[in-house]
């Protein structure tokens, strides 16, 4: 059995994760990490990393950047790997977040859902075939309370699609007045509003043809599914850095 740390277990996402792994056969949640403790979680919830007494074989973590380096200097020092699971890191963190998986194993993903691990190598090989004949437009939604714009999956798209120009590409996040025309770049657009779980549209506009490839995720539960079975996975990995191709190439 697998002993799942929760890190954010007190949000949404992390009441996802705990949901559905109460009746799983291979992986339970022992404890969780957050300022708030709803009552419905029947765990410990601690309020920070250096209260936990449980053992521990991994943690997944849906809370915020703002945890990060706690998170996993406890991980390190423990060598529990770590499931990350947020979003909007600055580049400091992720080197952090690189040194840290040479000590022990670490996931990560923009998007933990398959469809749209799968969305992220269907525009990469059309890139490839349609080439620089048609224009590259990505538009992304999501609900009112995100914070970080362009969204992580966003980010992932563009440089898939960016590969097969060998990283050339410039990336335009919205476009306001006078802009003049498209150069070599990709238009990258975001939309907040109401309770949008997430939908990501790849635009590939052409001299008389459109082509969109699309993803739009229904339930933030395919989110925590997928967080889940990076879990399992990466528990008992050896340390380095992994994402959903290691899961998809299975």
Known sequence: ????????IGGKMGANV???LKNDETARVVCGVDLHAPESINVPVYKSFGEVKEKVDVVIDFSSPAVLKSELEWAVENRVPAVLASTGYTAEQLEYINECSKKTAIFKTANFSL????????????????????DIEIIEKH????????????????ESVNEAFDGNKRYVNG????VGKRGKEIGMHAVRGGTI???HDVLFAGEDEIITLSHS???KRVF???AIKAAKFIAGKKSGIYDMNDVLSL
């Open 115 to 134: 469809g749209v691990n799968l969305l992220v190598k269907l525009v990469k090989k059309a890139a490839e075939v349609l080439g620089e004949s048609f």
């Open 217 to 219: 995720a229904r339930s």
């Open 143 to 158: 609900h009112n309370q995100k914070v970080d714009a362009p969204s992580g999956t966003a980010i992932m798209l563009a």
């Open 224 to 226: 925590a599914a997928g």
């Open 175 to 178: 476009r306001s007045g006078t």
């Open 18 to 20: 705990y949901e559905l």
């Open 1 to 8: 059995m697998i002993n799942v740390l929760v890190c954010g």
């Open 197 to 199: 779980v997430g939908e």
